[in-house]
């Protein structure tokens, strides 16, 4: 069973930068596809970016692509979202989870994390 802890989110200026980090335990990491998701406030959760389960494939929601960069790190089972240029819509929880199927085809989303908080303001 994999567990996911999120961290690196906190209070930036718009323009500015985050890296955020999903650390894993348990077994299976290499075979999963991971997602990062976030839920602003009011609004319903939404996937932000997708990664393959060995990395090589990727895909962002259009409102981040060019400015979010997924990678991974299956020896040390971590996912990380470089994030470059926020603005105060990207404001919220993000989350990380397993993306059963694949990114193009998922069929569900499983193993929450706790949420790391990004809030963008001047």
């Known amino acids: 069973q994999l567990q996911f802890v999120e961290s690196g989110g906190g209070l930036v200026q718009p323009g500015g930068s985050l890296t955020l980090s999903c650390a894993a335990s348990?077994?299976?990491?290499?075979?999963?596809?991971i997602g990062w998701f976030r839920q602003a406030p009011g609004k319903e959760r939404e996937r932000v970016s997708c990664?393959?389960?060995?990395?090589?494939?990727?895909d962002y929601k259009d409102s981040v692509k060019g400015r979010f960069t997924i990678s991974r790190d299956n020896a040390k089972k971590t996912v990380y979202l470089q994030m470059n240029g926020l603005k105060p819509n990207d404001t919220g929880v993000y989350y990380c989870?397993?993306?059963?199927?694949?990114?193009?085809?998922?069929?569900?989303?499983?193993?929450w994390g706790e949420g790391t908080p990004v809030t963008v303001s001047s």
């Open positions: 990664i393959s389960s060995r990395g090589q494939s990727t």
């Open positions: 348990g077994f299976n990491f290499v075979l999963n596809a």
């Open positions: 989870a397993v993306v059963r199927g694949s990114c193009t085809m998922p069929i569900g989303m499983s193993n």
